[in-house]
């Protein structure tokens, strides 16, 4: 299985990768701007590049097997197509509550237990901000 449009794939595993982890996938945040997603078929990397204060610009980078990139007929479209669908629709949900957040009446709640990364991820930035 693989996080791509058809939940499957016909290419290897990345490396040496075998086991258990074969149907695992490895998330990482690389403070302050780099978000890190290890699949058993590829790696994809996306970079976050602040604007301005209101906007974003993020860059995803994905990366395959060399030899199975050398292959006649590789197509990596099932991942990519899969990250860009799946991309699009937390953009839209970031630019929602975007929205919320700029207005006066908005209050912080709290995290959900799958926003775990976030919540890290925003205290870890904040501490650094008031070390500054």
Known sequence: SSLTTSGHTSRP??????G????????????PTMLLSLHPDYVMAHY???VDVARTRITCVW???PHEMARAGFDA??????????????????????LGVRSRAYTPGPYAHAESIVHAFDTHYLRTMERL
Do not use: K
Not at 20 to 29: F, H, K, L, S
Not at 77 to 98: G, I, K, P
């Open 13 to 18: 595993p990345v490396g040496t990768v075998s």
């Open 20 to 31: 258990a982890d074969i149907d695992r996938i490895y998330y990482y945040t690389i403070f």
């Open 48 to 50: 976050i590049s602040a």
């Open 63 to 65: 990366l395959f097997n």
């Open 77 to 98: 479209t099932d991942a990519v197509e899969f990250w860009d669908m799946t991309n699009r629709q937390d953009w839209h949900m970031c630019e929602l509550s975007q």
